[in-house]
């Protein structure tokens, strides 16, 4: 297998899941979807691609694997090399990512309104619980390793934002990627 690596930066993913309307994190050997978007300690991933167009999620800091087990559950690993480790990306109808296990075809990574690992039975029921919005952020290589939160103080003193604001900030950003794939096509 032949990763594409990037050495003075990188893209890191953050992917906030509908049905929980959180963001996907990994904390000790668990992962689910109660992340903040400010966390980047936890929700930050670094994707790593193969050959075969098959990606993996990376927690930035840690440089642990969100993968499958045997048993078709979500699990933390350190060595990501196995094959319950990859993921295929597909854009669903409604311009949303979702993430299906190469291992199992129609084996797809999702999360309840809790941010709960959701059975993947549940797919064709529940396929908001499966739908992601992708946050991209180039980060540098030193600061990939250091886990530290903005320390501005005007951060301290700003509100709590409200779940529609931040809901509508989601939306937009949703539309305006689809919008620049849309205008990138010939």
């Keep these: 297998l032949s990763f594409i690596s990037i050495v003075e930066g990188a893209t890191v993913w953050q992917l906030y899941n509908h049905c929980s309307s959180a963001f996907v994190q990994t904390y000790m050997r668990h992962a689910n979807a ?3 978007q400010r966390s980047h300690c936890l929700t930050d991933f ?3 691609l193969d050959s075969k167009g098959r990606l993996q999620l990376e927690n930035a800091m840690t440089g642990r694997f969100v993968c499958f087990n045997k048993r078709q559950r979500l699990t933390v690993r350190s060595e990501g090399s196995d094959e319950k480790c990859f993921f295929r990306e597909r854009l669903s109808p409604n311009g949303y990512t979702e993430l299906e296990s190469a291992w ?3 084996l ?3 999360f309840n309104r809790k941010g709960r690992f959701q059975d993947p039975s549940q797919y064709r029921m529940k ?3 499966f ?3 992708k946050l991209y952020r180039e980060v540098t290589s030193t600061a990939l390793k250091h886990c530290s939160i903005d ?3 005007s951060e301290k003193s700003q509100q709590r934002v409200s779940e529609a604001d931040r809901q509508r900030a989601i939306y937009d950003a949703v539309r305006e990627s ?3 794939q849309i205008r990138a096509l010939p």
């Design 34 to 36: 109660r992340g903040h």
């Design 46 to 48: 670094l994707v790593q």
């Design 104 to 106: 199992r075809p129609l």
């Design 108 to 110: 797809f990574l999702g």
């Design 127 to 129: 396929r908001r619980c």
């Design 131 to 133: 739908s992601f919005t």
């Design 151 to 153: 320390d501005s103080s």
């Design 178 to 180: 689809l919008l620049s």
